[in-house]
Structures are given as structure tokens and as C-alpha cells.
């Protein structure tokens, strides 16, 4: 592979069709040999169709490609991949890029940006030293022309009705692009037409085939044109025409089946007969069936985000409506009493034709946001390109279509993954067309050979046997001992659980501190906790830590017996976990992490003036051994920022010369908080020399919740400490909760709508099936193990790659611990036992095994194993000796 090519591909993290893409462009510039300016567009698409035959003709006046590239896929990176790439390889300095419409050219505007979110440049070294300079449709009348000196990157960014506009005669008789600007010594359209290495990228490329702007980027005659869409088609009277020019296809099928978009279903209610309902009650049934469907995906989604801690994504749902009166009378159902007890009213957004086209998408695209409380859209027209929004989940079709009108049109918009990539979790991975009356033929539809996609089958209960969802909240053994099944220490008894041994505020203040100083004492194993010397160093720490400030007024009036909190805390953690290495298995290679940037929470920043008596006092105990004063001044030499900077690089997880930027960010957030209270720059250094560590450790808490890790490859990474387990929210059907564990569930197939609870043994109260053969294996664990539990999503970083498909997490079914070992568990059915999933997750596990092993013994600690069981070796009077045997 080139080298520049590999480098963009790794520092831009292309998908593999963005990498095929990037390498197809480089093979075609080092096969015709441009950016030459002595070929003719005849022998360069002579030289194109050695190579690439689907190229029939560049169907413009100059060299043209078509890059097809499904919905989600990534379009806009990878023209910040053709950009570095032309330039770093060849050069190339001048590029257009051109867009549809209003909206997507302001969210190319955006995106061309430096220090936005989806900065299309992020990680090419070379841009941010010397940033690329971005000429617009709406600045282009003020440019000036450039200084050569450094080689810096014009782009050019230019909606096509824009260009279509000031391309038209104006008063004076003239174009306005062609208007002579004394700035340049030309019309700017000269200017473009006489750059001999200009390339046009064309977003969307199929809306440029009939437009007049058109014949004005052909008089232009760029060096070549880049074309980027997902429908590499023209609509015609006959039929659809495909484009000549492709180079490089990859349609929504593969895109589905890699992984990059959210996976298509159909629903249905289960044995709907069509002939049962009057038009009217139909178009009922849909809609409430859909808003089923929508509270059950908002559950689920809700579920997802605290098991994971990933932020939250609000789901809405599309109906697609006749016209613009049968929008209207729809959304006064849905707003209506009746419908769901009014719980949407205020809920719900109508768009249609009465409002502009970018403003139609412009109120698409704030559903999107978790503050927006429309949680249903109704549209009369099928949606067009430039809504991307990625939280659509369901989609209700009430206007007469074609089957395959509404797999490509409606589906096309809602499969973009809210988290970029497939979670692995079916509801969050999943898009849901209600059809009841369409039902056969969209799945016939979607069978056909030339179909764009393959689509599930969802089935939906009938009202009379539909079952909610509820959801049950399983936190960890150790802290319901603690601290009591409710979180309020007041309510004792009346809140009807179980109350846990610290009773008092005071009490649970100190337990949870010491849990907090547990997880910082991460060089010696648990069981180290119950030794006299560190319950002693600890207990001492946590008188330290417990200032007035933390506990509420009052509560120190009650004494703590400080060495008793560390006893007794780790004596029930000790008894409920299993203490499990935090080793990270990813695919080998180079592993970077990082922290994407954030504003700092600073309410909880302390900005009272400290007395200097009292901060010499400290020094003199060296407590604060770091605060120093100077003859002359409290270093006055250094910015306010470099305290807490200083602190933070003292962290094994930050990289001071990766991230300093970051860092300075984070700290100059903290110092503009405490000016707006002391202005007085000498009471400012005072309190942050005296608080640069509790600044820094604050921050450094929140920078947790914003850590990123980019990976390629696989190999172990061993990081300090065990574990902390996580809260598991689960999601049952109501009436299916808290079911006894020995119960065999009436359907073993519906076993994964159960909740389970009455353990002695598991480190939760309350855990989840996937199979009836998982059930089993509790029972057994609950008869013979000594402590075991099923991990929460998130709960270990294990991480496997299959084929093309995108990088997924793997979670163990089981983590077991017995007199003498450690295991991972994963239960399977037969016929599921030499898949290549579960070969390569088992590979995973055991690599996390291995090096479990080696670091337990650095401590005499037990070794790990894995376990991979089929479901039909798991009976209820199955002994663990009889199932791990040989391991």
C-alpha cells in the first residue's frame, strides 16, 4: 500500500470502504499519470478502463468518477481523504466542493471547520500546522487571493442553487461570478477556470446531472471530479439511468451487512388478517402498534445508556402521511386525549410541503437532540438527502407506495447508528418499518435478487396479549450491604428493602469514600485490604478526606469510627465481588487513546480565599509540600493555568505531549470560573496552589466520562487494579420480573423477557437469560460455586474483529469463582458451538485468561479459564467438576 495512503488511513481511522475508495484514487492518478496536464480526457479514460471496466464514460467534459458509497457509510470523511491525499501525494492545492442544498452545504461548512465535532481533517499533522483555507458561497465576493509562501490548501465550499443563481444574468448584464473583482484582477469564476490543478468533489452527485450550474462547472474543466452518492442513478420517465462512471460501489446491502448502518426490519401483528379492518381502523392499528414499538425502543435505548455509561440517544418516530391534510388530522390524534392518555401531546412535529425545504430538514435535525421533546414526525413527502439524523427507529408508512419505493426511499434515512457503529444490542442496532398491510410483499420484495437490502421480520402481539415493559435496576451486593436498597439514608425501613449497615449520612458518606479510596489503592490485590498496616494507612486517609464540606450540616456531630468504615467495607466487598484484572484485549497493532474535549463541570470548584497563616501551616507539616513561596511573589512567573496543567500530567492515563491542548482548555475553564469570583489575581494563586490537587483530581474524574481508545490488532493491556461492577438496569415484561431462578420459564423461548432473582451465590440480586441452558448453569453455580454473576455491557474491554465488520465488544455470559480457580464462561447452543463469532470471542477470552493467570500470580492469586459450554451438556444435576473438567 502507498505510504501516504496508509498513513491518511489511519490517522483520518477509515472504514475498509473509505480505505478501498482512497486506494482506488491513488492507483487511478499513479496509472494515467496526473496530475499531468498534457492528457486528454480520451486516453485518460483509456488508461481508467484498462483497470477499472465499470467506467464506460466520464459523461461530462472533463475526467470524472463516481465513488458509490452507501447512507452512513461516510461520505464527508472521505473527502477530507481525497483533499489530504491529493495534496500530501501530489501536491494539489485547489479543490471545489460542491453540495446539494442549503443544509448540506452549511454542514460541509461545518465540518471543513478546525475544532468542531466531526473536523473532516482531524489527525492529518500536516493541516494543523498549516490549516487549509476555506472559501465559501458566501464569502467568495471578499477574497482577496492567497501568498504562495507556505502552500496552503484552498477549498472551496459552494451550495449548487447559489451557484445556479449568481450565475444567472444580474442587471448589469453579467454573471456575478463572472463580475470583475479588483481584488483579484479577474471575475472569481476566472480565477477557478485558470487554477490548473482544481478538483471538484461533488456531494450527492446525482442532484448535478440536470442542473444549469452543471454546464458552468464543465466550462470550469477541473483537473478531475470526484463524485460521492449513494444513488449513482438519474430518475427517468423510463425508468431509473444508471451512471457510466462508477468506480467503486458499495450498496446498502454490504453496508448492512458489515455493520456500518442499523439493521432493517419489518413489522407485522401476529396473524394479521388485512380484511379484519376498515381503512381507518387500519391506519390505527399502525400507528398505535408503532408508538408500542417507539416506547419500547426509548426503553431499551434508556437501558443501553446506563448500562454502558455512553450518553443518551431519545428515539422518534417517522409516520409518513398522504397529504398535507392527512397530516394535519393525524397529528390532532396523536395530541389527542385518547391516544396514549395524551401523552404526546406537545410531542409531535408536522412538516410538509406549506414549509421550505431546508427548513423542513432544519427541524428534522433538532429531533435529534435529547432536549427536543418531539418524539413523533409527521412528513407527507419521502425524505430527501441531507437528514441524517441517526435516531430514527420506527418508521409508520400511511401513503401508497410501491414495496420497493419504500425500501429504498424510507429506509435509506433511518439507518444511521446513533453511536457510530453497532452495539451489538438488537434494539439499538435496529430500524422497524410498521407494514401490517405490506407486510408480504416487502419481505418479497426484499428476497428479490436486485434488491437494495435484506429485511428482517418483526412480529407485534396483538393488543389483548401485548405485555409492557418494565425496567429493574440490579446494583451490586456489596453496596446494597452497605448502604440499603434505597438510596436515601433517611428512609430506613418505610422504603420497604433491605437497609444496609451504615445507617447514618455520615456513615454511608465515609462507606462511599472509602469505596472511592479502595479503587485508588490499586497496587495490591482486595484480599490486601483487611491488613492491620493498610486498614490503618487508609482509615487514616478517610479522616483526612471527610472535611466538613462533604458531609451535611449536622452530621458531624455523630463520631466516626474511621477504621471500623475501612473494616467493615472491606470485609462485604471483599465477600461480594470477585476481584477480576482490569487487562483490556484489543486487536494488535498500535493502540492510541485519548480524551475527546468537554466543558468542566465547575460547581463543585471551591473559590473561597485561603489565609495565608493557614497555607504556611500546611507547608510546615508539609502536607501541601508543592506550595512554595519565592522573595519574590507566590510564582508570579507562571500562568494560573499551570497548577492545575501540572497536577494532571502527574496521571498514567494522560499524555502531556499528546494532549496539552486539552488540558490547558480544561484548567483555563477552571481559572475563568474562579476570576468571575476573585479578580484579584494574588487571592486567585492562593487558592490554586492551595486546591491544585482537588482541582486536578475533579477534573480528572470528569475526564473519565469523555476517555476515547482507537485500537487496530490485537494484544493485552494490563492496567492497575481490579474491576468496580456496574449497576445493571434490565428490562422484563411486566409480570416477568423477579422470577424465582429455579422456575422454568412457560416458553424457553421468550426466557430473555424474564428477570431472575432469590441468589445466594451471584454478587447481584437480580440477572438475565439468554438461553434456558444459562438458567441451568445458575443453578449449579448456585449449589457449587462461591461466588459468580453475569457482567453488565461495558463490564469488561474485550475486543474482537470478524472479517470486514466494524470492532466489537465482547462480554462473557458468565465470571465464576470456586475454591481454587477463576473462570469465563460462555454457553452456547450446538449448532452455534464452530461459528466464527464464538470462535473468535472464545479466542478473546482466552487471551484474557492467559494474562489474568500470569498477573494473578505476582500474588498467589487463583488462574483463570475459559470455558466455552454447550447448551445441551448443562443439566440441572450437572456438577461444575463434571462441566470444567479437564480445565
Given at each position: 500500500m502507498n505510504l501516504t495512503v496508509r498513513n491518511i488511513t489511519q490517522r483520518l481511522s477509515l472504514r475498509n470502504p473509505q480505505k478501498e475508495s482512497l486506494a482506488i484514487l491513488h492507483e487511478v492518478f499513479a496509472s494515467t499519470g496526473l496530475p499531468s496536464e498534457d492528457l486528454g480526457t480520451d486516453v485518460i479514460l483509456e488508461k481508467i478502463r484498462e483497470k477499472f471496466s465499470t467506467v464506460e464514460s466520464f459523461e461530462r467534459d472533463f475526467p470524472s468518477l463516481c465513488f458509490s458509497l452507501a447512507t452512513g457509510v461516510g461520505k464527508t470523511r472521505l473527502m477530507g481523504a481525497f483533499i489530504a491525499y491529493l495534496h500530501l501525494e501530489h501536491g494539489l492545492r485547489n479543490f471545489f466542493v460542491l453540495a446539494p442544498n442549503l443544509t448540506i452545504y452549511e454542514k460541509l461548512v461545518a465540518d471543513f471547520q478546525r475544532n468542531t465535532p466531526k473536523y473532516v481533517f482531524q489527525g492529518i499533522a500536516e493541516f494543523a500546522t498549516n490549516e487549509p483555507w476555506i472559501i465559501t458561497g458566501d464569502n467568495y465576493e471578499e477574497y482577496r487571493g492567497q501568498d504562495d509562501m507556505f502552500g496552503r490548501v484552498e477549498i472551496n465550499i459552494f451550495n449548487i442553487s447559489k451557484l445556479n443563481r449568481d450565475a444567472r444574468e444580474t442587471k448589469k448584464g453579467g454573471p456575478r461570478i463572472r463580475e470583475l473583482r479588483e481584488t483579484l484582477g479577474e471575475s472569481y469564476f476566472d480565477y477557478l477556470k485558470g487554477l490548473p490543478d482544481l478538483v471538484l468533489l461533488m456531494d450527492e452527485s446525482h442532484r448535478y446531472r440536470a442542473d444549469a450550474g452543471v454546464r458552468a462547472l464543465n466550462e470550469l474543466n477541473p483537473l478531475i471530479g470526484l463524485e460521492l452518492t449513494a444513488t449513482p442513478f438519474v430518475d427517468k420517465a423510463k425508468g431509473q439511468e444508471w451512471f457510466k462512471n462508477v468506480i467503486f460501489d458499495y450498496p446498502l446491502a454490504r453496508a448492512i451487512e458489515d455493520g456500518f448502518v442499523k439493521d432493517p426490519a419489518v413489522a407485522t401483528q401476529r396473524d394479521f388478517n388485512r380484511k379484519d379492518f376498515t381503512s381507518e381502523e387500519l391506519e390505527r392499528v399502525k400507528l398505535e402498534d408503532g408508538v408500542r414499538l417507539h416506547q419500547e425502543t426509548k426503553l431499551e435505548l434508556d437501558t443501553y445508556a446506563r448500562q454502558t455509561g455512553r450518553r443518551k440517544v431519545k428515539p422518534f418516530m417517522l409516520v409518513i402521511a398522504k397529504d398535507t391534510t392527512h397530516a394535519a388530522e393525524l397529528l390532532k390524534v396523536v395530541e389527542s386525549t385518547p391516544f396514549f392518555g395524551g401523552a404526546y401531546r406537545g410531542k409531535a412535529l408536522q412538516v410538509d410541503?406549506?414549509?421550505?425545504?431546508?427548513?423542513?430538514?432544519?427541524?428534522?435535525?433538532?429531533?435529534?437532540?435529547?432536549?427536543?421533546?418531539?418524539?413523533?414526525?409527521?412528513?407527507?413527502?419521502?425524505?430527501?438527502?441531507?437528514?441524517?439524523?441517526?435516531?430514527?427507529?420506527?418508521?409508520?408508512?400511511?401513503?401508497?407506495?410501491?414495496?420497493?419505493?419504500?425500501?429504498?426511499?424510507?429506509?435509506?434515512?433511518?439507518?444511521?447508528?446513533?453511536?457510530?457503529?453497532?452495539?451489538?444490542?438488537?434494539?439499538?442496532?435496529?430500524?422497524?418499518?410498521?407494514?401490517?398491510?405490506?407486510?408480504?410483499?416487502?419481505?418479497?420484495?426484499?428476497?428479490?435478487?436486485?434488491?437494495?437490502?435484506?429485511?428482517?421480520?418483526?412480529?407485534?402481539?396483538?393488543?389483548?396479549?401485548?405485555?409492557?415493559?418494565?425496567?429493574?435496576?440490579?446494583?451490586?451486593?456489596?453496596?446494597?450491604?452497605?448502604?440499603?436498597?434505597?438510596?436515601?439514608?433517611?428512609?430506613?425501613?418505610?422504603?420497604?428493602?433491605?437497609?444496609?449497615?451504615?445507617?447514618?449520612?455520615?456513615?454511608?458518606?465515609?462507606?462511599?469514600?472509602?469505596?472511592?479510596?479502595?479503587?485508588?489503592?490499586?497496587?495490591?490485590?482486595?484480599?490486601?485490604?483487611?491488613?492491620?498496616?493498610?486498614?490503618?494507612?487508609?482509615?487514616?486517609?478517610?479522616?483526612?478526606?471527610?472535611?466538613?464540606?462533604?458531609?451535611?450540616?449536622?452530621?458531624?456531630?455523630?463520631?466516626?469510627?474511621?477504621?471500623?468504615?475501612?473494616?467493615?467495607?472491606?470485609?462485604?466487598?471483599?465477600?461480594?465481588?470477585?476481584?477480576?484484572?482490569?487487562?483490556?484485549?484489543?486487536?494488535?497493532?498500535?493502540?492510541?487513546?485519548?480524551?475527546?474535549?468537554?466543558?468542566?463541570?465547575?460547581?463543585?470548584?471551591?473559590?473561597?480565599?485561603?489565609?495565608?497563616?493557614?497555607?504556611?501551616?500546611?507547608?510546615?507539616?508539609?502536607?501541601?509540600?508543592?506550595?512554595?513561596?519565592?522573595?519574590?511573589?507566590?510564582?508570579?512567573?507562571?500562568?494560573?493555568?499551570?497548577?492545575?496543567?501540572?497536577?494532571?500530567?502527574?496521571?498514567?492515563?494522560?499524555?502531556?505531549?499528546?494532549?496539552?491542548?486539552?488540558?490547558?482548555?480544561?484548567?483555563?475553564?477552571?481559572?475563568?470560573?474562579?476570576?468571575?469570583?476573585?479578580?484579584?489575581?494574588?487571592?486567585?494563586?492562593?487558592?490554586?496552589?492551595?486546591?491544585?490537587?482537588?482541582?486536578?483530581?475533579?477534573?480528572?474524574?470528569?475526564?473519565?466520562?469523555?476517555?476515547?481508545?482507537?485500537?487496530?490488532?490485537?494484544?493485552?493491556?494490563?492496567?492497575?487494579?481490579?474491576?468496580?461492577?456496574?449497576?445493571?438496569?434490565?428490562?422484563a415484561d411486566d409480570g416477568k420480573a423477579c422470577v424465582p431462578y429455579h422456575q422454568v420459564p412457560e416458553k424457553k423461548s421468550e426466557i430473555r423477557k424474564y428477570v431472575f432473582s432469590g441468589f445466594e451465590r451471584c454478587i447481584y440480586p437480580f440477572q438475565k437469560f439468554d438461553s434456558d441452558g444459562e438458567r441451568r448453569l445458575a443453578v449449579t453455580l448456585e449449589r457449587e460455586s462461591l461466588k459468580w454473576f453475569k457482567p453488565a455491557p461495558g463490564q469488561f474491554r474485550l475486543y474482537y474483529r470478524l472479517g470486514r465488520q466494524a470492532e466489537r465488544t465482547y462480554e462473557p455470559d458468565f465470571v465464576v469463582e470456586t475454591q481454587t480457580a477463576k473462570f469465563l464462561i460462555e454457553v452456547k447452543a450446538d449448532n452455534e458451538m464452530e461459528y466464527a463469532e464464538v470462535l473468535a470471542k472464545a479466542e478473546t477470552g482466552k487471551a484474557f485468561c492467559l494474562n489474568a493467570t500470569q498477573h494473578a500470580a505476582s500474588h498467589a492469586g487463583k488462574p483463570w479459564s475459559y470455558v466455552l459450554l454447550a447448551d445441551s451438556q448443562i443439566a440441572m444435576n450437572s456438577s461444575l467438576a463434571l462441566l470444567f473438567g479437564g480445565v
Open positions: 410541503s406549506s414549509t421550505k425545504e431546508e427548513e423542513v430538514v432544519a427541524k428534522l435535525l433538532s429531533v435529534e437532540s435529547v432536549d427536543n421533546p418531539v418524539e413523533i414526525v409527521i412528513h407527507v413527502n419521502m425524505l430527501k438527502e441531507g437528514w441524517d439524523v441517526n435516531n430514527l427507529y420506527t418508521i409508520v408508512p400511511l401513503r401508497a407506495a410501491n414495496a420497493r419505493t419504500l425500501i429504498e426511499q424510507s429506509i435509506g434515512r433511518g439507518l444511521r447508528l446513533p453511536y457510530g457503529h453497532r452495539t451489538g444490542v438488537e434494539a439499538v442496532d435496529r430500524l422497524t418499518i410498521v407494514a401490517h398491510d405490506r407486510f408480504d410483499e416487502i419481505i418479497e420484495e426484499a428476497n428479490r435478487p436486485d434488491s437494495p437490502v435484506r429485511i428482517k421480520k418483526r412480529f407485534i402481539e396483538k393488543p389483548s396479549n401485548y405485555k409492557k415493559l418494565v425496567q429493574v435496576i440490579a446494583r451490586p451486593n456489596a453496596e446494597i450491604r452497605l448502604f440499603g436498597e434505597s438510596e436515601d439514608a433517611s428512609a430506613g425501613d418505610e422504603a420497604g428493602g433491605k437497609v444496609g449497615i451504615f445507617k447514618t449520612k455520615a456513615e454511608q458518606a465515609a462507606g462511599r469514600q472509602a469505596l472511592e479510596l479502595f479503587r485508588t489503592h490499586q497496587s495490591k490485590p482486595i484480599s490486601s485490604l483487611q491488613d492491620e498496616a493498610i486498614e490503618q494507612e487508609l482509615a487514616e486517609k478517610l479522616e483526612r478526606t471527610m472535611q466538613p464540606s462533604q458531609l451535611e450540616m449536622g452530621a458531624m456531630e455523630d463520631a466516626i469510627d474511621y477504621n471500623s468504615i475501612i473494616r467493615k467495607t472491606a470485609q462485604i466487598l471483599i465477600e461480594n465481588t470477585i476481584e477480576i484484572p482490569q487487562i483490556v484485549i484489543v486487536p494488535s497493532g498500535e493502540v492510541s487513546s485519548g480524551f475527546h474535549p468537554f466543558t468542566v463541570d465547575t460547581s463543585e470548584f471551591d473559590a473561597s480565599v485561603v489565609d495565608r497563616e493557614i497555607l504556611l501551616q500546611y507547608l510546615n507539616d508539609n502536607r501541601q509540600a508543592s506550595v512554595r513561596k519565592s522573595e519574590q511573589g507566590w510564582l508570579s512567573d507562571k500562568r494560573p493555568e499551570d497548577y492545575i496543567v501540572r497536577r494532571l500530567r502527574e496521571y498514567d492515563d494522560v499524555n502531556y505531549d499528546e494532549q496539552a491542548d486539552l488540558l490547558y482548555d480544561l484548567a483555563a475553564q477552571v481559572v475563568d470560573h474562579l476570576r468571575q469570583k476573585l479578580p484579584d489575581d494574588e487571592k486567585l494563586i492562593d487558592v490554586l496552589q492551595y486546591r491544585e490537587h482537588s482541582f486536578a483530581k475533579n477534573i480528572h474524574a470528569q475526564m473519565q466520562e469523555h476517555f476515547w481508545e482507537k485500537s487496530a490488532g490485537q494484544e493485552p493491556r494490563i492496567l492497575q487494579g481490579w474491576m468496580a461492577l456496574k449497576e445493571c438496569p434490565f428490562n
